[in-house]
């Protein structure tokens, strides 16, 4: 009888213990940052393609949004999942230029060692570009509450923003990626990726010594982002407020952004045209913008000077012309 009561005690804990690991699983799978419409991204290889094709107005990146190397560190604080179905970035293949910068938001003040965000413009928070590797690039803001009091609880606090990279830094992998609360997975800096050792444990391309850094991929107004440094290899200090500038690239002037190394850690400001298609928060962007075909030219340029202080691209080409045109004056004098 002593073993039969024992039997039955047992199992009356095996049911418990069973019915409340359901719960846990139940209550789990319906929390945000749970992977409930798709699988958790891989950890080890195969990783998930990116496929990238264009067409005569578009640039396409399709990517699950996964991040394409093992790391140990991505699941914290929320696991990342797989976008079901793949999205599709569609990016414009020739952009064309806002008629002034768009705001992607813009810094207030510095509280208990936290930089604050303006309400005004608000900050865009979703993605706001996306690498070579598929990883979704969003911008440097980030709500506060997470490490960061907000006025709500703190009056003092100055705005209900925050910096990203300061508020969430600790919680990003070596790659300085994390996935939201939503599960995408995503990067706020560059910090992860600054040299050929972290590019190759992150499937980017290194930069190579003295030259111009690589491509790493677009923003979703369709200009390209390349790493820290312009030409010769040195850090550009001639730069718009969106973080980009003008200088020939393959023989093109072409206008394109830099990853900063310090704020805005992506972009301050989009140039172009960011398609709606990509984020709806650039659906209704007000006419003055001209979007979203924007202007062929750029309505405030700035030019890279090289290593050897020629200038590069339109600027040197302007210069070329106006030489040309001092010289032919001078001769019509003679």
Known sequence: KVVQLAAIYLLQMVIVALFAAAL????????????????????NAPFEAVTITTSSTYRFVTTTGCPPFTNPLWRTPNPACKAQP??????????????????????????????????????????????LNGVRIFGFGSP????????????????????????????TDYCGGHADPMSHYHIHS????????????????????GNHSELLGWMIDGFGMYGRYSLGG??????????????????VPTYHYHLPDAFPWTIGCFKGCPLG???????????????????????????ETGPSGSQSGLASTASLILSVACIAIRLNFK
């Open 234 to 251: 040195q850090v550009p200090t001639q730069l718009d407020a969106c973080h980009g500038h003008t200088h020939n690239i393959s023989g």
């Open 86 to 131: 793949p999205i599709t970035f569609q990016l414009p293949f020739k952009p064309g230029y806002a008629a002034q910068p768009i705001s992607v938001g813009e810094q207030a003040s510095v509280y208990k060692g936290v930089t604050y965000l303006k309400n005004s413009p608000a900050p865009q928070l979703g993605v706001l570009g996306v690498f």
């Open 190 to 209: 560059g910090l992860g990726i600054g040299n050929a050792t972290q590019r190759a444990s992150c499937s980017l391309p290194a930069d190579v010594a």
């Open 24 to 43: 846990v699983a139940s209550v789990a799978a319906q929390a945000p940052g749970n992977c409930t419409t798709g699988p958790t991204c891989p950890f």
């Open 277 to 303: 298609v990509n984020n709806g928060a650039y659906n209704s962007l007000d006419a003055s913008y001209k979007c979203p075909a924007g202007l062929s030219t750029d309505p405030s340029p700035v030019y």
């Open 144 to 171: 506060c509450g997470f490490s960061s009091p907000c006025p709500a609880t703190d009056p003092s606090a100055p705005t209900n923003f925050v910096d990203a990279v300061q508020s969430e830094g600790r919680t």
